[in-house]
């Protein structure tokens, strides 16, 4: 009698098989953040798929910030939280998100972490919001290095929170619109960026003091003033595109 074909080992679903297979190995406590996997090779062989299928699982898992290679070393668990902004600007692109719901979900979610941090920041982290903010005053002749310290300090400011969730979304939804505020930060003036490093300040002092009302307060300004300025560089921005079309070739 003659055997039935066997299937091939990368049938349908085997992407989901390696996904399902790391998962477990989290829910049973096997693996934790910063731990090697084992060699494509290896997993293949234990998960029962190709390794072709081990691939694309490992790009799907890479994709939700679960993994990270290192060249030369292996892929190991993700030793802090993270969400690939790639999927979320995907959204943005099809779903044409605008500038004032970005900032909204900026307020919604940093002013909160702003009174968290107020009532939770760590002395360590206290000392490094102080060393950007310095850092924000000595840079305003460079805006690039200015918006670098900008994003470090709202970076630490959500770590400081306590909260590994509402840190994990501040810096996915700040990353989805860095190359605007790129763009807004190599228009300013010294007088924006003056003001900005005193919001900073403002929210700084806050902290230190462990003032959460004060801390909630002085995030929530800062923010209201960066997408009023952000609203006004890309009004300036349409004006300039309309008044070059309207010009005779």
Known sequence: MRKAPRRPRHANGS?????????????????????????????????????????????ALAAMGIIRSRQGSGTYISDAPALASE???????????????????????????????AERATPDQIASLADEVASLFERMDDPLR??????????????????????????????LYYDRRRRTAEQ???????????????????????????????MHEHLLQAAAYQAQEAAAGAATRQSRKRKPS
Do not use: C, K, W
């Open 146 to 175: 200015f918006l670098n310290h900008d994003i470090t300090f709202h970076r630490i400011v959500a770590e400081a929170s306590g909260n590994p969730i509402i840190s994990t979304l501040v810096e996915t939804v700040s990353a």
């Open 87 to 117: 999927p979320l600007s995907f959204l943005a692109a099809l779903h044409g998100f605008t500038g004032e719901q970005m900032y909204e979900a900026r307020r919604v979610l940093e002013v909160g972490a702003a009174g968290l941090a």
């Open 15 to 59: 992407t989901a098989q390696v996904v399902a297979f790391v998962r477990d190995l989290v829910d049973r406590g096997r693996v934790r953040p910063g731990d090697r996997l084992s060699t494509e090779r290896e997993l293949a062989v234990r998960i029962g798929v190709s390794r072709a299928s081990v691939r694309a699982g490992l790009r």
């Open 188 to 218: 300013a003036s010294n007088r924006d960026l003056m003001d900005a490093a005193e919001a900073h300040r403002r929210i700084y002092q806050a902290i230190r003091a462990h003032d959460a009302g004060a801390a909630r307060r002085a």
